[in-house]
């Protein structure tokens, strides 16, 4: 069972920045994929965007240009840097690690998640 460890969320104006942390220890976050997934209150989760092993990073198209996912391999924490926030990124925030394909097919099948972080953003 993998352990997750959001935090950081929190109450921001539009066009405000938030620093979302997910802490995974037992795991070497540079071996495999980490990244983020939102759920809004009536909606489906959706995918944020991933860092690869390469570092690499992928986004949805809703938040390029404004998010940024960066880890410390040492500390085993994965960032979500979220720069001009609008009200439509309110939602919980979770993060996962695994292979890519865990992230592209939409997170189902990942077998543990975290307990997530609220992030709300008022227009």
């Known amino acids: 069972q993998v352990q997750l460890v959001e935090s950081g969320g929190g109450v921001v104006p539009a066009g405000g920045s938030l620093r979302l942390s997910c802490e995974v220890p037992g795991i070497i976050i540079s071996m495999t994929t980490a990244g983020w997934f939102r759920q809004a209150p009536g909606k489906q989760r959706e995918l944020v965007g991933y860092?690869?092993?390469?570092?690499?990073?992928e986004y949805a198209d809703s938040v390029k240009g404004r998010f940024t996912i960066s880890r410390d391999n040492a500390a085993r924490t994965v960032y979500l840097q979220m720069n001009d926030l609008k009200p439509e990124d309110t939602a919980t925030y979770y993060c996962n690690v695994g292979s890519v394909s865990l992230f592209r097919s939409g997170g189902g099948n990942f077998r543990s998640w975290g307990q997530g972080t609220q992030v709300t953003i008022s227009s």
């Open positions: 860092i690869r092993s390469s570092g690499i990073t």
